[in-house]
Nanobody
């Protein structure tokens, strides 16, 4: 499956932004989807994940309550709604997909365990 992330930009602290992840090539509904981010000089980190049907979600503690992950399988598109943005949210955001990311009671939060990746979209939050 091919993924393309979009929707990044420059916003001010407290603003909202919605990222999109368009999937093509194979049925998007067959994959769990996730969002990761990588700030300058830091490793790529887990942000959020959503199961194939949307029934299970996981969030990193840093974004819990501010970000919301969703998907529209009919449109082969996933989303990350970001609210109350902070300067520390500044990063390149990547969407990812994998068939086996979810397991009983949890989700893979290591980028190494996700197979398919989009190209990334830059989010810059000014103070």
């Amino acid at each position: 499956v091919q993924l393309q992330a979009s929707g990044g930009g420059l916003v001010q602290a407290g603003d909202s932004l919605r990222l999109s992840c368009a999937a093509s090539g194979r049925a998007f509904s067959g994959y769990a989807m996730g969002w990761f981010r990588q700030a300058p000089g830091k490793e790529r980190e887990f942000v959020a994940a959503l199961s194939r049907t949307g029934g299970s979600t996981y969030y990193a503690d840093a974004v819990k309550g501010r970000f919301s992950i969703s998907r529209d399988n009919a449109k082969n598109t996933g989303y990350l709604q970001m609210s109350s943005l902070k300067p520390e949210d500044t990063a390149v955001y990547y969407c990812a997909a994998d068939r086996d990311a979810f397991y009983t009671g949890g989700v893979s939060t290591s980028p190494r365990e996700w197979i398919y990746w989009g190209q990334g979209t830059l989010v810059t939050v000014s103070s």
